[in-house]
């Protein structure tokens, strides 16, 4: 488990190092944001967990100074519900990756990305399984 953690994190720093290096690299709209998450939690992990907190970093790679091509990494932590002799959590690593243009006041983004997940769960009293 400790190395899954480990691999993940470096993932995230390299992903961050890169992306970061690349905002640099081109003339245009480039830029890096951060921005504070809150996450509401659907289906089955809404009986688990209420509210999801976390946050995300995104670049602006820009092509134009009207068009960016875009990435967001982040962390969102959903903490377990108060369940008698159990706690944990479930944590969310989303990558994004769009495109962004600005129309004068009004922008577009469609993006496309996928999740990691990890999840966390000790049970108290449970010694004998």
């Known amino acids: 488990?400790?190395?899954?953690?480990v691999k993940l994190n470096a993932l995230l720093i390299l992903g961050f190092i890169m992306i970061g290096s690349f905002a640099y690299a081109q003339e245009g709209f480039n830029k890096i944001t951060v921005g504070a998450e809150l996450a509401l939690p659907v289906g089955d992990l809404s009986n688990l967990s209420s509210i999801g907190f976390g946050a995300t970093g995104k670049v602006f790679y820009g092509l134009t100074n009207e068009s960016s091509i875009t990435g967001t990494l982040g962390y969102i932590h959903f903490p377990m519900k108060s369940h008698p002799g159990m706690s944990g959590h479930v944590g969310?690593?989303?990558?994004?990756?769009?495109y962004y243009h600005d129309f004068g006041g009004f922008y577009i983004e469609p993006q496309l990305g996928l999740s990691f997940m990890n999840t966390k769960l000790e049970m108290k009293g449970m010694d004998d399984f």
């Open 1 to 5: 488990m400790k190395q899954i953690k």
């Open 92 to 98: 969310m690593i989303p990558l994004q990756f769009g």
